[in-house]
T-cell receptor
Framework: DAKTTQPPSMDCAEGRAANLPCNHS???????VYWYRQIHSQGPQYIIH???NNETNEMASLIITEDRKSSTLILPHATLRDTAVYYC???????????FGTGTRLQVFP | GAVVSQHPSWVICKSGTSVKIECRSL??????MFWYRQFPKQSLMLMAT?????????EQGVEKDKFLINHASLTLSTLTVTSAHPEDSSFYIC????????????FGPGTRLTVT
C-alpha cells in the first residue's frame, strides 16, 4: 500500500480555514485517499475520502491534485473542537486495510 | 452514521489473567472487523483482520495465540488478551466495515487495558 507523508504538527486560529497537506507520491490508480481524525483517547472518526475528484461534505473538503500525488484536507472554519490528530491514509479497496501513519497534530487556538 | 461500540471502555486486570473485549456494530452488519492497538503518543497499529465465520488474519509480529479473535456474527467480534502482562497495557480499538464498497471503516471508542 502507498505510504503517506504529513507534517507532524500545525496550528490554526479559531474561525480560520485549516489546510492539512498530505503527500502520497506512490499512490496507484485503484487506491483511495482517506482522512480520519482522532481526538485524544477516542476512536478515530471518519472525515472524508476520494479517488481523483475533489470531494466536499458537511465536515470538510478534500482537494486531490491532478496527478494524485498529494492532497489537502480543508476544514473551512476551524473550531477548538477540531483540535485532534489528522490521519491521511491511502487505501487499496481489495484489502480494506487502513495503515495509519504518524498523522498531523492540529492545534486550534482561540 | 454507523455506530460501533466497545465493552468495556476500560479494564484493569492482574498479570497472568485473561481479558475479553467486545466490539459490536449497532446499526449495520459488519462483514469485516479490525483490531488495533495504540500505545501512548503513538499511532494506531493494525493487529488483525477478521471476517465473520472465518479465522482472523494477523499482522506480522502479532501473536495469534496471545490475542484471540472471534467473529461469530455479523455484529460482534471479540478480542481476548490471554495471560496478560504489563507490556500488554494499551488502548485497544476495533473498527467495522460493511464491505459495501468505498472501504470506509467505523471505529469504536476504544478500550483502555491496564495490567498490574
Amino acid at each position: 500500500d502507498a505510504k503517506t507523508t504529513q507534517p507532524p504538527s500545525m496550528d490554526c486560529a479559531e474561525g480560520r480555514a485549516a489546510n492539512l497537506p498530505c503527500n502520497h507520491s506512490t499512490i496507484s490508480g485503484n487506491e483511495y485517499v482517506y482522512w480520519y481524525r482522532q481526538i485524544h483517547s477516542q476512536g478515530p472518526q471518519y472525515i472524508i475520502h476520494g479517488l481523483k475528484n475533489n470531494e466536499t461534505n458537511e465536515m470538510a473538503s478534500l482537494i486531490i491534485t491532478e496527478d494524485r500525488k498529494s492532497s489537502t484536507l480543508i476544514l473551512p472554519h476551524a473550531t477548538l473542537r477540531d483540535t485532534a490528530v489528522y490521519y491521511c491514509i491511502v487505501l487499496l479497496i481489495r484489502t480494506d486495510k487502513l495503515i495509519f501513519g504518524t498523522g498531523t497534530r492540529l492545534q486550534v487556538f482561540p | 452514521g454507523a455506530v460501533v461500540s466497545q465493552h468495556p471502555s476500560w479494564v484493569i486486570c492482574k498479570s497472568g489473567t485473561s481479558v475479553k473485549i467486545e466490539c459490536r456494530s449497532l446499526d449495520f452488519q459488519a462483514t469485516t472487523m479490525f483490531w488495533y492497538r495504540q500505545f501512548p503518543k503513538q499511532s494506531l497499529m493494525l493487529m488483525a483482520t477478521s471476517n465473520e465465520g472465518s479465522k482472523a488474519t494477523y499482522e506480522q509480529g502479532v501473536e495469534k495465540d496471545k490475542f484471540l479473535i472471534n467473529h461469530a456474527s455479523l455484529t460482534l467480534s471479540t478480542l481476548t488478551v490471554t495471560s496478560a502482562h504489563p507490556e500488554d497495557s494499551s488502548f485497544y480499538i476495533c473498527s467495522a466495515s460493511s464491505g459495501t464498497g468505498g472501504g470506509g471503516q467505523y471505529f469504536g471508542p476504544g478500550t483502555r487495558l491496564t495490567v498490574t
